[in-house]
């Protein structure tokens, strides 16, 4: 079992940055495989990142995911923002191995809103 809690959203022009954290309480962080999600308004739920290899195409080259095993915690840092990345972003965990649909991932947090202005 795990607990997952995402922060560090907000409102930010377009251009800049932010950074991401979700904290995992309990003791078997490291066992998990993170990533992340994002959703917008009337949209599906879509990946965006995983590990520090995956990205989605629509993020890469912009985002940069990283984790801390000894802090129980995973980072997105998320540059060069445009209005399009506005969504609900999700940290999610499973115990087998990277996927890149939502139905696969066991353990879901709360999300954190990130609004993009233009």
């Known amino acids: 079992q795990v607990q997952l809690v995402e922060s560090g959203g907000g409102l930010v022009q377009a251009g800049g940055s932010l950074r991401l954290s979700c904290v995992a309480s309990?003791?078997?962080?490291?066992?998990?495989?993170l990533a992340w999600f994002r959703q917008a308004p009337g949209k599906e739920r879509e990946f965006v990142a995983a590990?520090?290899?995956f990205y989605a195409d629509s993020v890469k080259g912009r985002f940069t995911s990283s984790r801390d095993d000894a802090k129980n915690t995973v980072y997105l840092q998320m540059n060069s923002l445009k209005p399009e990345d506005t969504a609900v972003y999700y940290c999610?965990?499973?115990?087998?191995?990277?996927?890149?649909?939502?139905?696969?991932?066991?353990?879901w947090g709360q999300g954190t809103q990130v609004t993009v202005s233009s």
């Open positions: 309990g003791r078997t962080f490291s066992r998990y495989y």
């Open positions: 590990g520090n290899t």
């Open positions: 999610a965990a499973r115990s087998g191995s990277y996927y890149t649909t939502p139905s696969y991932y066991d353990y």
